[in-house]
């Protein structure tokens, strides 16, 4: 099993900057394909970023530019590095992992971008 636990979310004024991490534990991280997602509220779950087990990366266009997704599997740790944050980027953050057998999802954090 693989449990996945995100945090650095919170209040941010436009045009600022956050750093969100997932923690995971269990299973084998290196070999898994890494996303986070998010869902803001009345709107369908988006794919934001991808970052597969070869470190190469995918973005939304909507945030590609401005977000960088990484990972160290030492820390077993994926990150979201979010500047120059528009209000349309508040929502609920997800991590996700890809097992290819199975899929895991942690709880989220909570991004708001208001001034």
């Known amino acids: 099993q693989v449990q996945l636990v995100e945090s650095g979310g919170g209040l941010v004024q436009p045009g600022g900057s956050l750093r969100l991490s997932c923690a995971a534990s269990?299973?084998?991280?290196?070999?898994?394909?890494m996303r986070w997602y998010r869902q803001a509220p009345g709107k369908q779950r988006e794919l934001v970023a991808t970052?597969?087990?070869?470190?190469?990366?995918n973005y939304a266009d909507s945030v590609k530019g401005r977000f960088t997704i990484s990972r160290d599997n030492v820390k077993k740790t994926m990150y979201l590095q979010m500047n120059s944050l528009k209000p349309e980027d508040t929502a609920v953050y997800y991590c996700?992992?890809?097992?290819?057998?199975?899929?895991?999802w942690g709880q989220g954090t909570q991004v708001t971008v208001s001034s």
């Open positions: 269990g299973g084998v991280f290196s070999i898994y394909d």
């Open positions: 970052i597969s087990r070869g470190g190469f990366t």
């Open positions: 996700y992992a890809d097992s290819v057998t199975q899929a895991y």
